[in-house]
């Protein structure tokens, strides 16, 4: 009987570690596990999955049947020269085959079927979780390990259901199974194996460790690689390159990555060919010593050929899956690892979320009257405060200006109106009533938000729009980009409204991008408008362009506004200067420069800060 010859996989199984990564464990130590909260994840599919355990206990046992079919068709069919019998005997192996195979076809897209749904509510769950995060989370946490954790993880878990769970049972099986029936055969051969397996499985873990170590270098490198090919190949990599002239310098930096791969590659497929040699040279070994074991008078106990090919065919199929068990560990560990990092994520205190009791509140309702009171803010408990005392009212339909140095505080106490932050200490009152009395969604319809940083979606400019307001019709989205003065540069396009923008918009001038990002805002028809430095992106002309157009968008509108150039403040009710966090003057364009205080000394030019347009 030939013995089985295996070869390297580059993502098979063969090449899985058999101990735990140490950064499973530490994050098992970070955030721990229960149980507990795991099995209440597949409780809604707890029939199917005890069905899928049984499925796979099912196939496993069938499988067991051919060995014994195989000794029949040698010991009595062939020599008695039975063609029924033997007819009846080879259709039974055949039939062994299809049901095996048709259980596998039912478990795997069961298996698969469980698998995806827990993936699927989980990513669903997680993703609303974290958008529900303030956005302070969002500044402290590195975004591509949101995404890691929100793709990667989650995706890794299916082999908890469909690779780790499923091998667990069907080797277990196989083990007991196959164990059984060695015996059944031949007890003298069962105890034989069981001397010879534990120097050779002891044999392939140490040529499994050396390899392990190799692959984690060559993953760490490889990590480096893609980091390098994600920062300098993105758009503004590419920019940062061209404008710095630093492209031979990166080429230089990813030509010593991609050599040192060349070398851990050549060393992992070296060492994972000494695995697979080892592996074979065991089973080959084996079967050898088996079938000496049954030729000697002292050990065969009067052995039939059909018995002894049937015992080195369950023997071959034995080691493989007791393999996989003893690595059982370091599956489980890895696979808790990724439900630790989920959880992790999910147990997250929502910081800035809607209350219990909402005040209710619609567009319609809102007449604009803004007042910050007594308000004070620190980025943490540990942070020196960013504003301090400061009361401030708009009255509904008005404009508040607010002028300072940079780090004064200007855009953190614009941010706290549509509560992306909450104050510290005081409140921020729309119409009297506390904002965090309201639902997020409801003040976000109150309350539009135009930043100097503008995120355009990878998609049409139509798409980018409806972001905003989904129900919204052309006309209404034509309308909101006349007002931006973006209508005729949209119309100009080959396909108009339905170009797609690029990643971030790259396709379109910082003014442009500022425009489009305004008629999305005005989309909404917010009754509070936040502009933070919202004409900054765009030159004189155009800013002037805007900028009439925003005074006409902003007439019934309560406006706050940030900006450096008086042009923009000039005629606002009220302009407040800050400095240091404090609201240090108040008044209107010309009270203040009568008043012959800072901000008179920042239109005369005694800083930089505000300038004519």
Known sequence: MDTPTFTESPRGRSGRATRPDPADRRQLQDSPVSLGRIARLFAPHRARLVLIVGLIMASSLVGLAQPFLVRHVIDVALPDQDVRLLLWLVGAMVGVAVVSAAIGVVQTWMSTAVGQQVMHRLRTDLFAHLQR?????FTRTRGGEVQSRLTHDISGMQAVVTSTATSIAANITVVIGTAVAMAAL????????????????????????????ITTQRQRRLADLHVQV???????????????????????????????????????????????????????????????AAGLPATSGGMTIGTLVAFTTLQGTLFRPLMALLNVGVDITASLALFSRIFEYQDLPVEIDDPAQPVELTSYDVRGDVRFEQIGFAFDADSKPVLADIDLFVPAGTTLALVGETGSGKSTLASLVARLHDPTSGRVTIDGTDIRALRLTDLAGAVGVVTQETYLLHASIRENLLHARPDASD??????????????????????????????????????????????????????????????ALDNETERAIQGALDEVSRGRTTITIAHRLSTIRNADQIAVLDGGRVIELGTHDDLLLAGGRYADLVRGGAPLVTAA
Not at 186 to 213: D, E, F, G, N, Y
């Open 133 to 137: 995060q303030s956005v302070g989370f």
């Open 186 to 213: 031949s007890w003298r051969l069962a105890l034989l194996s069981l001397v010879v397996l534990p120097p050779a499985i002891w044999l392939t873990r140490q040529v499994a460790k050396m390899r392990h170590t």
């Open 230 to 292: 994600e920062e300098s190949l993105s758009v503004s990599g590419v920019l940062l390159s061209k404008t710095l002239g630093a492209a031979p310098a990166m080429t230089r930096r990813f030509e010593e990555t991609s050599a040192d791969l060349v070398g851990l590659e050549i060393r992992s497929r070296l060492a994972g060919r000494w695995r697979m040699a080892t592996m074979n040279i065991i089973f080959a070994t084996i079967p050898a010593v088996i079938y000496l």
């Open 475 to 536: 006309e209404q989205i034509e309308e909101a980009c006349r007002s931006a003065r973006i209508h005729h540069v949209i119309a100009a396009l080959p396909q108009g409204y339905d170009t797609v923008v690029g990643a971030r918009g790259h396709r379109f001038s910082g003014g442009e991008k500022q425009r489009l990002a305004i008629a999305r805002t005005l989309l909404r028809d917010p009754r509070i408008l936040v502009l933070d430095e919202a004409t900054s």
